[in-house]
């Protein structure tokens, strides 16, 4: 009885923290040992081949044949110096976590000697025969083909025996089936265009470069207790479980002394991170018991998005060692808080500017204000398109949930910028300013304080935040892959400084002064965005009036929100930008429509076992014990003594009853609901009816189990329970 569960805890509570064995007391000696990085290109290439890579990587050039193959046996000879085996080309398809298909560098040659073959072709693409790699139809069967090619922009790195090659992944006529592919065009276009912003004020900038550094939020839990839950074995989250009598209510976790098993887990994972040269850096205890994060130093975005998934890949891999299972869903756990990925962004010039940063000059602070305003108008004129980069069934349950943004989109500021910005809009009168009007406006400008304070405390509830010197877009999921988010935020902003380019060009056009233009748009942009302006309490039930008032959009089904990818205006601003073509956003809505039923249908299934299968045979079992026991009370006492004395177990006897009926019920409708959805043919009508008639059984379910849990003997409840998972480590 319960065996599996009491074993689990045994196992759990005797686990002893792991030495960790650091490779060198410096970190400096082993980071990025495992990379082929610029300085082993330079050991490992000829000066001509290493720099065509250099172009390429800077200028997005193409990679010749000739010089292919003299990067290929460089990065081949390297390979097989740290023992390498295989290689393979190493990307992001649109399941949300990475694929690779190793092969080997042996070939047996026609004299049956066998050789290592890895030539340039090989390094440039590949072709997996990956046709079960989800494709929202774009690949015909006939054509199953998708292609992987090799982005320099990326390093190669090494894991295991396997040389990994970050690739792009396209399908035969060249539609993008990853995410990869539509974030580096993302990067071409806002590089572009904020190149060309930057020409106004210092000719010297040539590139833009976006930064990220992503916050890995994360919990733990014991690998033995884990395998005891199959519903978080096959979902990654509880479908039941009643809350713990203490969790979080003391916020005695959160920045808390990292338990000793957990910190040698934490040491471990991050010197294998450092052999593949991610920066990770901060590390600290979240909110709910059991919650981590980890955040690495901010990198460019193609690498940075690249290496969170790799940090995800080790962090897995590393915690079997530590007998843990690191879970990456947003909200594995009811009633504690969720899991999020803050992705912090910004933008920087190959002079070493960060343009979210304002500088020493009323010339520095006019560039940092028109890239700010540019910001904050893309975040108002494209919340759903943000919203639908960062929506999904996990998401979900954690959005708008008390400790997470809600799903109305708005930029938090801080004190001292929303004031620039009013008096911006006050001063600037849109007719021709005289001298002075003007001198007084860049001495205000200039006044901006070079530092500005650190907001990142002042922000917790807003879901996009100007935090000093970046922009922290705190919606994004914990197990996403950051690009989606990353591909929106790079596009909307590119469109915003086109625009504005082009509206100071007319102005310029008209006799006005090039700073007068800029000036007056500045303005415009502050006045066409003003709506998504909101530093209050994004949790609150004043904000949602507010915001409904002031025309914000609030889309709280994900269905709705995922949709907005298709809309007329992002369809525009897309194929405007280069980013995806239509049929490519059509594809990737239906992607997403498909991984939302398959993922409510398995949560579906996995429940209504656990409930026929574990929760009604043992509540029988117990139902039997009180009704043996009532039965005995019935051969001592009589009359008014057993009515005392039985009372209390036949009200249990008859809890359990009903409730148990409740369950089966359920269980049997909810099967019914599932069985008429699977049916339909159309993935976004069965998504509808997944939503509405399958999902709602889920909590109702639970809410049921969850009572029984509460009244069922202790020694006979077969699943690890809150207070198990949550604090036992
Ligand atoms: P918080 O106080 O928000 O929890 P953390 O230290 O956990 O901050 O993480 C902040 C993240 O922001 C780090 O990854 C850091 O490198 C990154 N970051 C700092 N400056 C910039 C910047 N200019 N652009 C992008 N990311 C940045
Ligand atoms: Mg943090």
């Known amino acids: 009885m319960g065996t599996l569960r009491f074993n689990a805890l045994e196992k759990a509570i005797s686990r002893q923290p792991l030495e960790v064995k650091f490779p060198s007391p410096k970190t400096s000696e082993y980071f990025a040992t495992n990379v082929f990085n610029k300085q082993r290109m330079q ?44 290689y393979t080309h190493w990307f992001h398809p649109l399941t949300g976590s990475t694929a690779e298909k190793h092969d080997a560098f042996f070939e047996p040659a026609t004299d049956a000697y066998v ?94 470069n976006v930064g990220l550094g992503c916050e890995q939020e994360y919990f733990l839990v014991d690998d033995a207790l884990f395998n005891a839950r199959p519903d978080l074995k096959l979902t990654d989250r509880t479908l039941m479980g009643h809350s713990a009598a203490k969790d979080q209510q003391l916020a005695d976790h959160y920045f808390g002394y990292i338990p000793m098993r957990v910190a040698s887990f934490m040491q471990d994972f991050e010197i ?37 998934q790799l940090l995800m890949t080790i962090m897995k891999r590393v915690a079997k060692k530590h007998n843990f299972k690191v879970l990456f869903h947003e909200k594995p756990y009811k009633d504690v808080n969720g899991s999020g990925k803050h992705c912090n962004w910004s933008l920087i010039t190959n002079t070493g500017v960060n343009l979210f940063s304002p500088g020493k000059t009323p010339k520095t602070n006019m560039l940092f204000l028109a890239f700010f305003v540019s910001v904050i108008k893309g975040v108002y004129e494209y919340q759903d398109l943000l919203r639908s980069s960062i929506v999904s069934l996990g998401n979900e349950s954690r959005l708008g949930a008390s400790e997470a943004p809600p799903s109305i989109m708005s930029v938090f500021l801080g004190e001292e910028v929303n004031r620039i910005l009013d008096e911006i809009e006050t001063r600037v009168s849109g ?51 950051v690009s989606s988010p990353m591909i929106a935020l790079n596009t909307i902003v590119a469109k915003q400084l086109k625009e504005f380019k082009i509206e100071v060009d007319k ?74 073509s239509e049929r490519e956003l059509e594809a990737r809505l239906e992607i997403d429509f498909e991984k939302y039923n398959k993922k409510l249908q398995i949560e579906s299934r996995v429940l209504g076992d656990l409930a026929i299968n574990h929760i009604l045979p043992t509540v029988y079992r117990y139902q039997n014990i009180l009704i043996e ?87 006979m409840w077969p699943l690890p329970k809150y207070r198990e998972l949550l604090f036992i480590r």
């Not at 774009?138 to 083909?145: D, L, Q, S």
């Open 115 to 208: 050789i290592e073959n890895f030539d340039g072709s090989k390094l440039v693409q590949q072709e997996p025969d990956a046709s079960s790699l989800p494709s929202g139809g774009m690949r015909n069967t006939f054509e199953a083909r998708g292609y992987t090619a090799w982005d320099p922009s990326s390093p190669a790195f090494v894991m295991g025996t396997t040389l990994c090659i970050p690739s792009v992944y396209v399908s035969f006529k060249g539609d993008s089936l990853d995410y990869k592919t539509p974030l580096l065009k993302s990067i071409e276009a806002v590089d572009k265009a904020a190149v060309e912003m930057c020409q106004y004020f210092d000719k010297n900038v040539t590139k833009v």
């Open 272 to 308: 294998e991170a450092y052999k593949l040269g991610i920066p990770v850096k901060t590390r600290h205890n979240e909110v709910a018991p059991n919650q981590y994060e980890c955040a690495p130093v901010y990198e460019e975005v193609n690498l940075a998005a690249d290496h969170n």
């Open 431 to 481: 007719k021709k300013m005289s001298p002075s009007e003007k001198t007084e406006l860049k001495l205000d400008v200039g006044k901006i304080p070079e530092i500005l304070p650190d907001n990142t405390d002042r922000n917790r509830t807003s879901p996009f935040a100007f935090t000093g010197n970046r922009f922290e877009f705190r919606a994004v999921g914990s197990g996403a892959n």
């Open 43 to 86: 050991e490992y290439l000829s000066q001509e081949a290493f720099d065509n890579v250099m172009e390429s990587i800077d200028k997005g050039t193409k990679i010749d044949r000739r010089v292919a193959n003299q990067i290929s046996s460089g990065m081949k000879a390297w390979a097989l110096d740290k023992g390498v085996t295989h």
């Open 629 to 715: 026991n009532v039965k005995g009370l019935k051969e001592l006492f009589n009359g008014a003594d057993y009515e005392k004395l039985s009372s209390t177990q036949l009200a249990t006897i008859k809890e359990i009853s009903s409730r148990a009926a409740m369950v089966n019920i359920k269980v049997n409708n909810m099967i019914d609901e599932r069985r008429k959805a699977n049916v339909i043919e159309e993935v976004d009508i069965k998504a509808r009816e997944y939503s509405a008639k399958v999902k709602p059984y889920l909590d109702e379910i639970r809410y049921q189990i969850d009572h029984l849990e509460m009244i069922v003997d202790d020694e």
């Open 507 to 580: 102005l310029i056009e008209t006799g006005v002064k090039k700073d007068e233009a800029i000036f007056q748009v500045i303005k415009k942009f502050i006045l066409a965005s003003k709506k998504v302006r909101f530093d209050g309490n994004n949790y609150s039930d004043e904000w949602k009036k507010e915001a409904e008032k002031r025309g914000l959009t609030n889309v709280n089904d994900v269905l709705e929100a995922l949709s907005a990818i298709v809309s007329p205006e992002v369809r525009a601003l897309f194929t405007e930008m280069k980013v995806f």
